[in-house]
């Protein structure tokens, strides 16, 4: 394959997860202004977190196998044009309910778009250059913290958050345009084909996509309101919201350059030191809300400590099933998700009651419950 058509491809995929990644997160800093002019309340514009997540969850068990079907370019196609469409509806909701509608469907897309990504980045690297290339792809998610969310607080300010959807889904479009014109029209999957569901008898594999859904609803519950909470405790519009989240993802970017360089042996001892520095960043929200400065290092740290812990369990995921690691990260995608739609619904109950201290002290109690089970465990970091 020529370079230029592998970097081509690269950049396509990359594309590819920075629109998914720009969806899961651009309602956080902006619950307030959808929720004002749909004539509700913010933690009903939170539900349609939650309905994407399920949605995405759901697809990515029942969908994701369209990739070996119809090979990477039509499928990766079609699930970024119906991303853009479901963008579009979201742009034209008029309550709540259409706007989680629209959500859903952007779900439906996603649970075929990313896994989809991930497979056709593995399969089109050059032999060796696997990992290097995914990782430079999965920087997507980072970016679209850093750049397009900070983006959308900035744009709903001055044009409206509608206009913020309406660009979505024209990036998203080119972003389809990309695809078709350089993914391979060929399967990109396995020659045998595992289910999910028995990849939970490899030993500890269980274990650790429970820890993935704590983890994640943990996450993704604060996530939610986290930019709410910035507002209220500072007083900020929109675009002020959008510069905690680019602090989060700077950390949560800088983590990953990190552990690029280093070779760490992930034992037991290490991941409970990882959970416990997670839930020590969330249990530092209660201080951390009494000045600009200190709660801009919180998200700093809590970006930063995030991909230690998301790189720990997908690491140690891999290590547990090498014989079957497309089915087993076909179900850790689901359980992810699942936990988009439950941790919104979850905190939203929590933050109306506690407010985002609340929250965060929710979620560290549950990061807490994941370190002590893991010590307690003994057994369920992968051997050396």
Same mark, same amino acid.
């Given at each position: 394959?020529?370079?230029?058509?592998?970097?081509?491809?690269?950049? &396509?995929?990359? +594309?590819?997860?920075?629109?998914?990644?720009?969806?899961?997160?651009?309602?956080?800093?902006?619950?307030?202004?959808?929720?004002?002019?749909?004539?509700?309340? $913010?933690?009903?514009?939170?539900?349609?977190?939650?309905?994407?997540?399920?949605?995405?969850?759901?697809?990515?068990?029942?969908?994701?196998?369209?990739?070996?079907?119809?090979?990477?370019?039509?499928?990766?196609?079609?699930?970024?044009?119906?991303?853009?469409?479901?963008?579009?509806?979201?742009?034209?909701?008029?309550?709540?309910?259409?706007?989680?509608?629209?959500?859903?469907?952007?779900?439906?897309?996603?649970?075929?778009?990313? $896994?989809?990504?991930?497979?056709?980045?593995?399969?089109?690297?050059?032999?060796?250059?696997?990992?290097?290339?995914? #990782?430079?792809?999965?920087?997507?998610?980072?970016?679209?913290?850093?750049?397009?969310?900070?983006?959308?607080?900035?744009?709903?300010?001055?044009?409206?958050?509608?206009?913020?959807?309406?660009?979505?889904?024209?990036?998203?479009?080119?972003?389809?345009?990309?695809?078709?014109?350089?993914?391979?029209?060929?399967?990109?999957?396995?020659?045998?084909?595992?289910?999910?569901?028995?990849?939970?008898?490899? $030993?500890?594999?269980?274990?650790?996509?429970?820890?993935?859904?704590?983890?994640?609803?943990?996450?993704?519950?604060?996530?939610?309101?986290?930019?709410?909470?910035?507002?209220?405790?500072?007083?900020?519009?929109?675009?002020?919201?959008?510069?905690?989240?680019? &602090?989060? #993802?700077?950390?949560?970017?800088? +983590? #990953?350059?990190?552990?690029?360089?280093?070779?760490?042996?992930?034992?037991?001892?290490?991941?409970?030191?990882?959970?416990?520095?997670? &839930?020590?960043?969330?249990?530092?929200?209660?201080?951390?809300?009494?000045?600009? $400065?200190?709660?801009?290092?919180?998200?700093?740290?809590?970006?930063?400590?995030?991909?230690?812990?998301?790189?720990?369990?997908?690491?140690?995921?891999?290590?547990?099933?090498?014989?079957?690691?497309?089915?087993?990260?076909?179900?850790?995608?689901?359980?992810?998700?699942? +936990?988009?739609?439950?941790?919104?619904?979850?905190?939203?109950?929590?933050?109306?009651?506690?407010?985002?201290?609340?929250?965060?002290?929710?979620?560290?109690?549950?990061?807490?419950?994941?370190?002590?089970?893991?010590?307690?465990?003994?057994?369920?970091?992968?051997?050396?």
């Amino acid at each position: 394959m020529p370079h230029s058509l592998q970097r081509a491809q690269t950049m &396509a995929l990359f +594309a590819a997860v920075l629109v998914v990644g720009a969806n899961a997160f651009i309602l956080s800093p902006i619950l307030s202004e959808v929720a004002g002019s749909l004539a509700t309340e $913010p933690h009903r514009i939170a539900w349609s977190i939650s309905s994407f997540g399920a949605a995405t969850a759901l697809s990515s068990l029942f969908l994701s196998f369209l990739v070996d079907r119809t090979g990477a370019r039509v499928s990766l196609t079609a699930a970024a044009l119906l991303l853009a469409f479901a963008q579009l509806v979201s742009a034209a909701s008029w309550n709540w309910m259409s706007l989680a509608g629209a959500q859903a469907l952007a779900g439906i897309s996603v649970g075929v778009l990313l $896994p989809g990504a991930y497979a056709t980045t593995a399969a089109t690297a050059p032999t060796g250059r696997e990992a290097a290339r995914l #990782g430079f792809v999965l920087t997507g998610w980072a970016i679209s913290l850093v750049l397009a969310v900070p983006a959308a607080a900035l744009v709903t300010d001055y044009f409206g958050w509608r206009v913020v959807f309406a660009a979505l889904a024209a990036i998203s479009a080119l972003v389809a345009a990309g695809l078709w014109r350089v993914m391979p029209g060929g399967s990109v999957g396995a020659a045998v084909r595992t289910n999910p569901l028995h990849v939970l008898r490899i $030993p500890g594999v269980a274990f650790l996509l429970a820890i993935v859904f704590v983890f994640m609803t943990a996450f993704y519950g604060t996530f939610s309101f986290f930019g709410e909470g910035m507002r209220r405790a500072f007083d900020l519009s929109a675009k002020g919201t959008g510069l905690f989240v680019l &602090a989060y #993802g700077i950390g949560f970017g800088g +983590a #990953g350059l990190v552990i690029g360089r280093l070779s760490v042996r992930i034992s037991r001892l290490y991941m409970v030191a990882v959970f416990g520095a997670i &839930a020590t960043a969330y249990f530092a929200w209660r201080f951390a809300l009494e000045a600009v $400065p200190a709660a801009l290092v919180a998200s700093t740290a809590w970006g930063f400590m995030n991909q230690f812990g998301l790189n720990t369990l997908l690491v140690s995921l891999n290590l547990r099933a090498a014989h079957a690691r497309g089915a087993v990260m076909g179900l850790n995608s689901a359980i992810a998700y699942s +936990a988009v739609f439950v941790g919104p619904i979850l905190m939203g109950e929590v933050f109306a009651v506690a407010g985002f201290t609340g929250v965060t002290t929710l979620a560290g109690l549950f990061v807490t419950m994941v370190a002590i089970g893991v010590f307690i465990a003994g057994r369920t970091g992968p051997k050396a």
